[in-house]
């Protein structure tokens, strides 16, 4: 049976800062963030299974992205845990702020590489994660691929 390719869009808001970034997003700022997910297989063969004809049900692969991205990013100010930025996380954090410190970056670049590993790790064994695509402008994103990876 032929491979088939699903996609579901999502959106939050996420603030972050680029620490020793030569331009204006050294400063803490915001974006309205839309994440494509695209993943991939057969669909369901069996005409028994609820799930019949789907690869996979675009309420469970909500769940998956809801969970390990939506509900974590959503409003949350995102800062590299590596960075004189801790302080300011560490502030914000008492004053009963949603913080988040990863260990990278948070560009848009490395965030989708760390939302690619995330998802990956929730899909059932029959399905792939195929693409991502995590838009933070109008005009500007960056794609993740899993067939350059």
Known sequence: MSKIRITKQFSFETGHALYGYDGKCKNVHGHSYKLSVTVIGTPISDPTNVKYGMVIDFSDLKKIVKTEIVDVFDHATVF????????????????????LLVDYQPTSEMMVIDFAEKIKKHLPETIQLSALRLQE?????????????
């Open 80 to 99: 590299n845990k590596n960075t004189p930025h801790v302080e300011l996380a560490k502030e914000l954090s008492d004053r009963d702020h949603n913080v």
């Open 137 to 149: 402008t109008d005009s500007s994103f960056a794609e993740w691929f899993a067939s350059d990876n």
